[in-house]
């Protein structure tokens, strides 16, 4: 074929191809075969060589003219397929800021820890501070500085979990209550002592509906030179409102600790019926002279409460083994 005929044919047919190019990869695809190294006009060109001298001038004039036409419409063709392009990239990489994140799984404090933060909170908004003490406790901690009896029966390993472990000359065992911290503490601080001291605490019950081996309380402890029993009344009375609420009624009826006299236990009007919430009294003078304190100067009330029971109350839970339950069904009530 001539090269004229050539030239004439792509002029007719190429501009048609160029704008049905649907991607900027076509159509530089296309460009390749219609003015590449391989294309007809490049070969046109290097035709020239052999053309007779005449023809040469016209002939490479017609070759340019076809090239620069179509290169211009190469040109405003792939200004086109790039604006497509780069709309179609903004529009499937656009991040839909109103669709609903993912909720990461949350974990949550247990029902017994919340109830725990929170009476201590009351307790710290009292002007009480916050103390803890050793699961692991001796004999002497547990039990002897507290006034109890050599004799008194709940020392009995029927009562108490010991351990076999050191070589303390009473013995070591898991503390049956929070009271051992009123002694330590007293120990290192002198008075005044107004004190919180939240924690687990251990003995040896099956488990029922109402009892655990292991289960929580909450010590007080407050020792001034002039504390009284109005005092102590006045104090869980208010506490028992905070944590239960304003319309609730309190009740203090005699009771006995070795480390208490005289001793009570505090009983709620709630939910229609009266509930024992916790035990307390005036501290003993036996234990103020077990921890170098003077009992002609100072005297003071503990108490000491159970952060399970309490958080049955309050929440109207049957059964305390619901609470060492790890169904989520039932924890994730008290989130
Ligand atoms: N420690 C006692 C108990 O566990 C409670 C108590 C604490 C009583 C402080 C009086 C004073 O039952």
Redesign the pocket.
């Known amino acids: 074929m001539e090269t004229n005929e050539i030239l004439e044919q792509l002029r007719v047919n190429a501009p048609a191809r160029i704008e049905q190019a649907g991607t900027v990869e076509e159509l530089e695809d296309l460009a390749a075969e219609i003015t590449g190294k391989r294309s007809p006009i490049a070969a046109g060109r290097r035709s020239l060589g052999s053309a007779p001298q005449e023809q040469r001038r016209d002939l490479g004039r017609a070759i340019n003219d076809v090239a620069v036409e179509l290169n211009a419409l190469i040109d405003s063709r792939r200004v086109v397929l790039e604006a497509i392009e780069a709309s179609q990239a903004l529009e499937s990489d656009r991040v839909d800021v109103t669709l609903p994140g993912r909720i990461p799984l949350r974990g949550t404090t247990h029902l017994i820890q919340q109830v725990m933060d929170e009476i201590v909170d009351i307790f710290v908004s009292m002007g009480y501070t916050v103390a803890t003490g050793p699961e692991v406790e001796t004999e002497f901690y547990n039990f002897t500085a507290l006034n109890f009896p050599v004799a008194h029966p709940t020392r009995l390993e029927s009562d108490t979990l010991y351990l076999d472990y050191g070589d303390d000359p009473e013995g070591v065992l898991l503390r049956t ?1 929070t ?1 051992p911290m009123q002694a330590r503490y007293m120990e290192e601080h002198d008075p005044p002592v107004y004190l919180v001291v939240p924690g687990r605490v251990f003995r040896r019950d099956p488990v029922d509906s109402t009892h655990s081996p292991v289960f929580h ?1 909450i ?1 007080g402890l407050a020792v001034d030179t002039d504390i009284t029993f109005g005092d102590l009344k006045g104090v869980l009375d208010h506490f028992a409102r905070e944590f239960l609420g304003p319309d609730i009624t309190t009740k203090f009826i005699p009771h006995h ?1 070795p ?2 006299e005289p ?1 009570a236990e505090m009983h709620v009007y709630a939910n229609g019926r009266w509930m024992e919430l916790l ?3 005036m501290v003993h003078p036996a234990v103020f002279e077990a921890v170098g304190y003077d009992p002609d100067e100072v005297t003071g009330f ?3 409460m159970g952060a399970d029971r309490l958080a049955m109350v309050r929440h109207g839970i049957t059964d305390l083994r619901h609470l060492f339950d790890p169904d989520r069904r039932i924890l994730e009530q008290y989130r």
Do not use: N
């Open positions: 209550h009271s309380q010590e600790f480390f208490t001793s035990g307390c009294g503990a108490f000491g």
